[in-house]
């Protein structure tokens, strides 16, 4: 599917309303939004990119969330199913971060102002010591 093009004449608004999330979730659906979850030498990091769910602009995310969670506890299990029940949850709020300019936007800011929340499912195998 294309990606819808970047309203950028979109008024700048600061809104977290959950109607933006749940359209994150359908972007990610339809492969428009992307995300990830990692560690990286022991150091876990997310990323967010794709189309904003507001203005539709090119959004690049990246976070080291704090997590709350060990992620040095003893080896994984042999059983696979058991490792995906218990694979760490990441919640991930983003802002969008278009880079464009937007109407009545407060001096010196980017983006259309939305903020939406994705929730990443770690793969246990990424995170060393996960159950």
């Known amino acids: 599917m294309a990606a819808p093009e970047h309203r950028t004449g979109e008024h700048w608004e600061h809104t977290s309303e959950f109607g933006w999330t749940s359209k ?21 990091t997310t990323r967010v990119w794709g189309c904003c769910p507001r203005c539709a602009g090119r959004l690049d995310d990246r976070q080291v969330p704090t997590s709350v969670g060990d992620f040095t506890g003893p080896p994984r299990s042999a059983d696979a199913d058991a490792d995906e029940l218990l694979a760490p949850v990441v919640v991930v709020d983003v802002t969008c971060g278009c880079g464009a300019v937007h109407l009545n936007a407060p001096e010196g800011t980017t983006g259309c102002g939305v903020s939406f929340r994705v929730e990443l499912v770690a793969d246990s195998a990424s995170v060393p010591g996960t159950p």
């Open 24 to 44: 994150a979730y359908d972007l990610l659906e339809q492969d428009l939004l992307r995300a990830e979850v990692a560690v990286v030498d022991g150091v876990l």
